[in-house]
């Protein structure tokens, strides 16, 4: 549900993926590089927030806290 109405500011807007800038209320201003919605990870930065779509959400998840931690023991 994250691109859920979302509108798009500069970018493709899904023919193969959804690849660009994008807005919606609940995200606010954000970039995408999407093939499958169902699919969405909200990553959010001190600058930016970026959405994407890994084949195995859980496991991209899993992968980044884990290395997140590595780094910051």
Same mark, same amino acid.
């Given at each position: *549900?994250?691109?859920?109405?979302?509108? !798009?500011?500069?970018?493709?807007?899904?023919?193969? /993926?959804?690849?660009?800038? @994008?807005? *919606?209320?609940?995200?606010?201003?954000? !970039?995408?590089?999407?093939?499958?919605?169902?699919? /969405?990870?909200?990553?959010? @930065?001190?600058?930016?927030?970026?959405?994407?779509?890994?084949?195995?959400p859980?496991?991209?998840?899993?992968?980044?806290?884990?290395?997140?931690?590595?780094?910051?023991?």
């Amino acid at each position: *549900n994250a691109m859920k109405k979302s509108w !798009r500011t500069a970018g493709n807007g899904g023919l193969y /993926s959804f690849t660009g800038y @994008f807005s *919606n209320k609940t995200l606010g201003d954000y !970039r995408a590089l999407v093939t499958d919605p169902a699919l /969405s990870v909200i990553l959010r @930065f001190p600058t930016e927030i970026v959405v994407v779509s890994p084949d195995s959400p859980e496991t991209f998840v899993q992968n980044i806290l884990t290395q997140t931690r590595a780094s910051n023991p």
